[in-house]
């Protein structure tokens, strides 16, 4: 498959620089949480508390809170002046509690996130979300006695990218290993991409074509190599999200070709994705840049999304949905989806 997706590992790897801690002195650290606002989120607004913690060793000053911003939603930040929030100073561990207010315009969502950004003087030192709306019910767990129907995927760095590993049980006999493009595959026998299992409910032992697995929870392990169970999507969902595909491939650094997609769904059905193709090597390095497109998406019944061009061009991908932090599978992606076999991530943050 030509698309291999190249952020999870990037993004963690970053995150895991920036968190380490100097030698001499200990990093700054806090957390913004919020309680959801649990209701539909109407033109009237209604409330949410946002705590600030400082979670590191060291005495906070200069913190300040704003709002991130969200087309369709306004926020009014209590003690606000010009949008920004003050807050005082806080020692190790201590906390502070602010009271936002938000309101959807008439064409806004009544579901969401909403974005809030702390800094630390004209540094950002942390982010939050207030979730609103009534939480998306999770896709029904498939029976304890059966694999049939689960969708799992996975994906490994190597000097050639990101490979992506895709396991989807067919029925109660086979597991298909290959890339489901534009349809759900079924296995009727072996074959290179359709693997026999078995599956004892009780012990829950499991074996793909010969080898031993393990499930835990949604993670499935083979071969030392972890799989995540993936939520089926809510058939007419609007989205209002930003998710964003990359990958290499060559033999990084030395010569390396790259490509990033961005597709901006929104509520109202339609969506923007935006492309970059860029490549080095030891005789020519490239970049190519093609004008957006635009068109609108379907969330269809069978497990796909249908992108629709306004040039007339179309799309159908096989879609999955990762979990959000409550391990729901929510009707708008938070955390991100499977088009393909290839990750798409919301890496705004």
């Known amino acids: 498959m030509p698309k291999i997706p190249l952020w999870p590992a990037a993004v963690v790897a970053a995150s895991v620089l920036a968190a380490a801690p100097a030698a001499h002195a200990a990093s700054p650290a806090a957390t913004v949480t919020a309680t959801p606002i649990t209701k539909a989120l109407t033109t009237k607004g209604a409330k949410a508390t946002v705590t600030v913690a400082n979670t590191g060793k060291g005495r906070l000053t200069g913190l300040s809170l704003r709002a991130a911003g969200l087309k369709g939603v306004t926020a009014k930040i209590t003690g606000a002046k010009r949008g920004v929030r003050t807050l ?24 969401g996130t909403f974005g809030l950004r702390l800094r630390r003087g004209s540094k950002p030192l942390a982010s939050g979300r207030i979730a609103f709306g009534p939480k998306a019910k999770p896709a029904p767990a498939p029976k304890p006695e059966t694999l049939d129907g689960r ?35 079924t296995c009727a026998a072996v074959s ?33 190599q972890a799989h995540f169970l993936l939520g089926a999507p809510t058939p007419g969902a609007k989205w209002d999200t930003v998710l964003t595909y990359s990958n290499s491939s060559g033999l990084c650094p030395l010569y390396c070709n790259y490509f990033t997609e961005n597709l901006t769904f929104r509520p109202d059905g339609t969506f923007i994705r935006g492309a ?33 061009f306004a040039d007339g061009k179309e799309r159908i991908e096989t879609l999955g949905i990762f979990p959000d932090d409550a391990g729901a599978y929510p009707a708008n992606p938070s955390a991100g989806v499977v088009l393909d076999g290839d990750g798409y991530f919301d890496i705004r943050d």
């Open 151 to 185: 969708y799992y995927w996975g994906s490994q760095y190597t000097l050639n990218g990101i490979q992506q590993y895709t396991l989807l049980f067919t029925g109660p006999s086979f597991v298909f290993t290959g890339d489901a493009e534009g349809s759900f595959p």
């Open 192 to 224: 290179d991409t359709c693997k026999p299992y078995t599956f004892d409910p009780k012990t829950k032992a499991l074996t793909i074509d010969g080898k031993p697995a393990t499930i835990e929870g949604d993670k499935l392990t083979l071969d030392g």
């Open 88 to 111: 005082k100073p806080l020692k190790a561990g201590a906390k502070v509690r602010v009271t936002v207010s938000l309101r959807r315009a008439k064409s806004g969502p009544s579901a």
């Open 276 to 308: 970059v193709a860029s490549g080095s090597g030891p005789v020519v390095d490239y970049a190519s840049v093609p004008a957006d497109q635009k068109g609108t998406y379907e969330i269809r019944a069978d497990r796909t999304l249908r992108l629709a």
